[in-house]
């Protein structure tokens, strides 16, 4: 057991919600008992009705629930059933980021910040301001009004707008629902320096695996208002049994430190899992010894019986089939695979995912040997 396992900021939450149904409606009911990290993002993922945002409403106070408790690092928001009232939605120090920015249209960028700084329960330092607008990027915009600034632009005065607030977590709410693909690349590296520099968690609700793999450490999976698994993205973002069908986005995530740079063609190698566990990538200016996130799609390794030496892929795994699961789509099947040579637990296995007529022809089965071969890998962070 981790010793410092008690003194880790944490939230620990417990949440049983009967939800009347109306007329047409099926009843729902938001059941969970969960402990996640008391820092860094927490993705929330599921299908659409499992319940995320009813948690995150209940999470701010904004549900009301009868049979509630919510720790957040040390400090009790609320205690199931011992009588005592829980801290009103305004004593909840929490920043609620929604996927519609929702800025007043009257006020310029600075009004609309201005109207949250002085409702703050704790006052802003003009240092701590010009800290959160230097964060977020936006000291160029704070003279305009909400309709001259595109909708990623709005939303990065939201996200300002609820740090003001000093809050002890960030809820985001889909936050990138709304944008278009274009406005979404623009808004995330600022999702990512938000996840490097604060010190408080963010729940983070979203659809998109993108953006599970590139900001969560960790994840809640909800099916059906419940957790149907809880652990670490590189975990959950590897497994093949996710309540929603990833079809192209399966894949696996892995955590890798650079190793080598090799200028001539442009490359670096990284290591990942056990010692013999190398990639390598286009080389993207990172350092020997700093860490990435690297996610292989399922649908960019192919496999062979023998090493392909004739092959313009690079990466050349030898590895071995550790099982052959269903596709949804019943053309295609999905092979796991473990390296052949590394028998270190930390070892990290691959996806690949094949047609049903290639694993006849190549006769795969449990334990066949392969080398699959890696056609792309997706630097996340
Ligand atoms: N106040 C309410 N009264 C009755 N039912 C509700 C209420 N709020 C939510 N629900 C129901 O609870 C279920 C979960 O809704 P919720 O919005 O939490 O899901 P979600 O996972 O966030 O969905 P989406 O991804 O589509 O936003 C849905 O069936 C919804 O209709």
Not at 88 to 104: D, E, I, K, N, T
Not at 124 to 146: C, F, H, N, S, W
Not at 328 to 349: F, H, I, T
Request: aromatic share 4%.
């Amino acid at each position: 057991m981790d010793p410092n396992q008690n003194t880790q900021p944490k939230i620990t939450g417990r949440f049983l919600l009967p939800l009347r149904s109306d007329a047409q409606g099926e009843p729902f009911t938001l059941d969970v008992d969960f402990e996640i990290p008391g820092r860094g993002v927490t993705g929330i993922f599921g299908p659409s009705g499992s319940g995320k945002t009813t948690l995150l409403r209940c999470i701010a106070g904004l549900q009301r629930c009868e049979h509630a408790s919510l720790q957040v690092n040390g400090r009790h928001w609320q205690t199931a059933d011992d009588g005592r009232t829980p801290l009103a939605v305004h004593r909840r120090p929490l920043g609620y980021v929604f996927q519609q920015p929702s800025l007043f249209p009257h006020l310029t960028a600075a009004g609309n910040l201005a109207f949250a700084r002085k409702r703050a329960a704790q006052k802003v330092t003009a240092d701590e301001y010009d800290k959160i607008v230097a964060l977020m990027g936006i000291a160029p915009l704070l003279e305009q009004r909400p309709h001259a600034l595109s909708g990623g632009e709005q939303q990065r005065v939201a996200i300002a707008r609820a740090l003001l607030v000093k809050p002890e977590i960030l809820l985001m709410d889909e936050p990138l629902a709304a944008l278009d693909h274009m406005r979404k690349r623009e808004i995330l590296p600022y999702l990512e320096q938000l996840h490097r520099t604060l010190n408080i968690p963010i729940l983070y609700v979203t659809h998109a695996v993108e953006e599970i793999a590139r900001l969560a450490d960790h994840v809640l999976l909800m099916e059906n208002g419940r957790i149907h698994r809880a652990g670490p993205a590189t975990e959950l973002l590897s497994r093949t049994d996710f309540p929603v069908p990833l079809g192209d986005d399966l894949g696996i995530l892995l955590d890798a430190v650079v190793t080598t740079r090799d200028p001539e063609w442009n490359l670096m190698q990284v290591q990942f899992g056990g010692d013999t566990d190398t990639l390598w990538l286009r080389d993207s200016g990172e350092a020997c010894g700093d860490r990435i996130r690297v996610r292989i799609l399922a649908r960019d390794v192919s496999l062979t019986r023998s090493e392909d030496q004739d092959s313009s892929i690079l990466n050349r795994l030898p590895m071995r089939v550790q099982e052959i699961s269903a596709d949804a789509d019943p053309a295609m099947v999905l092979v796991r695979l473990r390296p052949l040579r590394s028998e270190s637990a930390k070892a990290s296995g691959i996806i690949a995912r094949i047609t049903r007529r290639s694993m006849h022809l190549l006769d795969l089965r449990e334990n066949t040997a392969v080398w699959a071969q890696i056609k792309s890998v997706a630097i996340v962070r």
